[in-house]
């Protein structure tokens, strides 16, 4: 069994800073690229940034220059700093891992997501 973690989400001030983090834990054998997805009120997931198990990563235009994508492989972790927070950034932020367990292929995983607010 393989779960992931997400904490660190709530409400902050437009311009403000949050840090999120989600940790796997479970059956782990490796853990391929993990990452961050959004999504707002009647609109559809979308991606936020990844990294690849090597510290590649990949932001979408909205978010480039603020956020940084990070991850602790000894920690089975990944990070998400959000800085120069917007209005627009309010959504449920979904952590993302693509992992092989012990003697199994590898599959997708998800977080339980986590709120974050920015007020105007």
């Known amino acids: 069994q393989v779960q992931l973690v997400e904490s660190g989400g709530g409400l902050v001030q437009a311009g403000g800073s949050l840090r999120l983090s989600c940790a796997a834990s479970g059956s782990i054998m490796k853990i391929y690229d993990m990452g961050w997805y959004r999504q707002a009120p009647g609109k559809q997931r979308d991606v936020v940034a990844t990294?690849?198990?090597?510290?590649?990563?990949n932001y979408a235009d909205l978010v480039k220059g603020r956020f940084t994508i990070s991850r602790d492989n000894a920690k089975n972790t990944v990070y998400l700093q959000m800085d120069s927070l917007k209005p627009e950034d309010t959504a449920v932020y979904y952590c993302?891992?693509?992992?092989?367990?012990?003697?199994?292929?590898?599959?997708?995983?998800w977080g339980q997501g986590t709120q974050v607010t920015v007020s105007s």
């Open positions: 993302y891992a693509a992992i092989q367990g012990w003697g199994r292929p590898a599959y997708d995983y």
């Open positions: 990294i690849t198990n090597g510290g590649r990563t």
